[in-house]
């Protein structure tokens, strides 16, 4: 009894998580995720003895099946592979920037976004995607700035994305410090209660109000910053073994358009595993429209990462939905070189990516965990003996070079319109 004191006692002193009139204990929230991880699991137990998930190739099928006529293309990921990446809508509007241009209304500010309303509200909406979308898909945690939002509220609606079968990536303007990251992914006692995050970090220079460099001259003013980012989740994982995927926003308008290609070329290294590039449009708070937004078509957004990257993307060999919303390039780099998984003019290429619809199509690479994947892939690769002959004659580029320490994997450039 004086021991269980103690303890509580001492998670009062030092934990920032100690839930009052808990004892110390886990949040109700945070009990009923773990029940509803625990079913998941059961559930992926289940369906692991087969190489795909029954429900999953259903809802796959079903999203191919509305998609309109012109979206069935040869490349065509969704319905085939995925079924789209989508996110909380309205739920935490706030926040402490003030870009030019905001989507977000004049109002967004005045808008509840307290943890219980945001936890509610994710719920909700997670659970509409869960019935419409299926077991397993990305899923944005987006609004305003997340991180405006207690480490322990975040916490909270990131773990009732994963109950969901989502996973999720926090989007932000990057302007926070490391004991924020650090509160995030320790629970209570100092456990890590998040073993992986997802980050998209949004920087450009039409931000205004962040610390250190309130009013940015151009893009390269940013560089530091973007590193430093970046630099907080190689200590997280240093310190705390989380690991973590980053992704890079950037709004573009004729005042940077010209910019995009040094910030790909300079930040390519920083520990990027995506860079993503949206046109500016004619939307949210028209206080904040200050320039012709018509004047950028995706085509020049396009033109100026490839110009960064130093190669030819082809946005047709993998597509997300329809290309003139939403276009990306997967590839990597080797030394200062860039190349894509695989070549849009290539047939033998073009075979390859038939046999992954063919054969992994259905099979959900998010969120599965490792062993039970690999166990797919290889009972798929028993029964189809044809894919380690694909995969021995596949090679991105005879000079791609896989040179120890000289190629790192970047995802995908994408540049969404
Ligand atoms: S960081 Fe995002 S939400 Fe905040 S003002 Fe800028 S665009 Fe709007």
Redesign the pocket.
């Known amino acids: 009894m004086v021991r269980n004191e103690q303890r509580t006692e001492r998670n009062r002193a030092t934990d920032p998580h100690f839930k009052a009139g808990c004892g110390g204990r886990e949040s109700p929230v945070a009990v009923m995720v773990r029940i509803r991880q625990v079913m998941a699991r059961v559930r992926q137990a289940v369906s692991a003895l087969g190489p795909v998930d029954p429900e999953f190739a259903a809802v796959l099928a079903r999203r191919w099946a509305e998609l309109p006529e012109t979206a069935r293309t040869p490349g065509q990921l969704l319905g085939r592979h995925a079924v789209g990446c989508e996110g909380t809508h309205g739920v935490f509007?706030q926040?402490?920037?003030?870009?030019t241009?905001?989507?977000?209304s004049r109002d967004?500010n005045q808008v509840r976004v307290d943890g219980r309303h945001t936890l509610g509200q994710v719920r909700a909406q997670m659970g509409l995607l869960r019935d419409q979308r299926g077991p397993r898909a990305h899923a944005q945690l987006i609004?305003?700035?997340v991180t405006l939002l207690s480490p322990d509220d975040h916490a909270d609606a990131l773990q009732v994305m994963r109950a969901h079968g989502r996973e999720p990536m926090s989007?932000?303007?990057g302007d926070f410090d490391y004991e924020y990251l650090e509160r995030l992914v320790l629970g209570p006692g100092g456990r890590v209660r998040l073993r992986r995050v997802s980050f998209a970090a949004?920087f450009d220079s039409l931000?205004f109000g962040r610390r250190g460099i309130p009013r940015p001259p151009d893009e390269a003013s940013l560089n530091p910053y973007r590193h430093r980012f970046a630099a907080m989740f190689a200590r997280l994982r240093r310190e705390h073994g989380v690991q973590y995927f980053l992704a890079h926003n950037m709004?573009v308008t004729p005042a940077n358009l010209r910019q995009v290609a040094d910030v790909v070329r300079d930040c390519a290294a920083m520990g990027y595993g995506m860079f993503s590039f949206q046109p500016a449009a004619f939307v949210?708070d028209e206080r904040r429209w200050r320039e012709d937004y018509r004047d950028v078509t995706g085509d020049q957004v396009w033109a100026e990462i490839g110009r960064g990257v130093g190669a030819k993307l082809d946005y047709r060999v993998f597509e997300h939905g329809d290309v003139r919303c939403n276009r990306a390039a997967y590839g990597f780099w080797a030394g200062n070189r860039w190349y894509p998984v695989l070549d849009g003019d290539d047939p033998r290429d073009l075979v390859v990516r038939e046999a992954f619809f063919r054969y992994f199509g259905p099979v959900n690479f998010t969120g599965t965990p490792q062993p039970l994947l690999a166990a797919r892939i290889a009972l798929i690769t028993t029964r189809h003996p044809r894919i380690i002959t694909l995969a021995a004659g596949w090679q991105p580029a005879p000079s791609a070079g896989w040179g120890r320490g000289s190629c790192w994997p970047t995802g995908c450039v994408r540049s969404a319109t």
Request: net charge negative; glycine share 14%.
């Open positions: 509007p926040c402490n920037l003030a870009c241009p905001c989507y977000h967004a609004g305003g700035e989007m932000s303007h949004h931000m709004t949210g």
